[in-house]
């Protein structure tokens, strides 16, 4: 099948001063797709030199779009911006130091092409740390029942590994640029919530970089943000699921941070 038989898509990638090396690693990792018909935009907020230097060296692929402002955009309003200038059928995200393993965008494509009723996809990763090595694993659910039941906890789809169709936004869907954490999951909750399935592959699509503390890294700004999140998505036609979500949701809160950091650490095993 060429590409013109098949579903253009757009990748949005949001950078901010990686490691030159990290961000060329992502950036080939989705030039480098068995699924070729892609386009790649790079919404690029870094002072680095050198990263600006890696990231335009990638030009020469008529796929690469580089996008830069005057001024820093901040992470979620340049998935915003990302979301607004792609073009393709399906919109996959994609971060500046991950690694896509590559049949990732085939598999979701095919998945997608052959589930219309799914509307967001993601699947399973690899941590992997600096040195690229893999360190564990992180599993998401699958299926309708496995997903709520996730969801009670945690956010059910992994933000780097997400798939979904264009016609969310063109139906008014994007990130919430008043949430600088969370925003993922206050998007798969509405979705969810205006009646659109979500749904996960069983197959592992990405190595996912995991460097320092990530508890740590998400702060206490993160648990606040998931249960103003869950409150704002509350489904009546889901009540004891989200009742169940905003009391777990408020016992985070209460849980001091040197908790998730140890937890954290023993899930990533850095």
């Given amino acids: ?4 038989e098949t579903p253009l898509v757009s990748v949005v990638m949001a950078t901010f001063n990686e490691v030159p090396d990290m961000v060329g690693k992502a950036i080939e990792s989705i030039l480098n797709q068995t699924y070729t018909n892609l386009e790649l935009f790079i ?3 870094s002072t680095n030199e050198l990263t600006r230097q890696k990231i335009d060296s990638y030009n020469t692929d008529n796929r690469v779009k580089v996008i830069r402002d005057e001024k820093r955009m901040g992470f979620v309003p340049a998935l915003n911006k990302g979301l607004s200038l792609a073009s393709g059928k399906y919109i996959a995200r994609m971060d500046g130091d991950d690694i896509s393993l590559l049949d990732r965008l ?10 219309n009723d799914v509307f967001v996809l993601g699947g399973q990763m690899n941590i992997i740390n600096e ?20 969801e009670l906890f945690r956010c059910p789809i992994a933000h780097p590994t997400a798939i979904f169709r264009h016609r969310l936004i063109e139906i008014g869907f994007n990130y919430d640029e008043s949430l ?15 009646g659109y399935r979500i749904e996960n592959l069983s197959d592992k699509l990405l190595n996912y970089r995991v460097c320092g503390a990530l508890a740590q890294k998400r702060g206490r700004e993160q648990w606040k943000n998931n249960f103003k999140i869950r409150k704002r998505n509350f ?3 889901r009540l004891f699921f989200s009742v169940a979500s905003c009391f777990i949701a408020f016992c ?4 001091p941070n040197f908790i998730f950091n140890m937890y954290y650490k023993r899930e990533n095993k850095n």
């Fill in 180 to 194: 600088k954490r969370a925003e993922d999951l206050n998007l798969w909750l509405s979705i969810q919530k205006a």
């Fill in 235 to 237: 489904n009546k036609k």
């Fill in 252 to 255: 985070y809160l209460l849980i």
């Fill in 43 to 45: 919404l690029d907020d």
């Fill in 106 to 115: 085939e598999k979701q494509v095919t998945f997608l092409e052959e589930n």
């Fill in 131 to 150: 040195n690229d090595v893999i360190t564990s694993e992180r599993k998401y659910p699958v299926g309708e029942n496995q997903i709520l039941k996730y």
């Fill in 1 to 4: 099948m060429t590409d013109k």
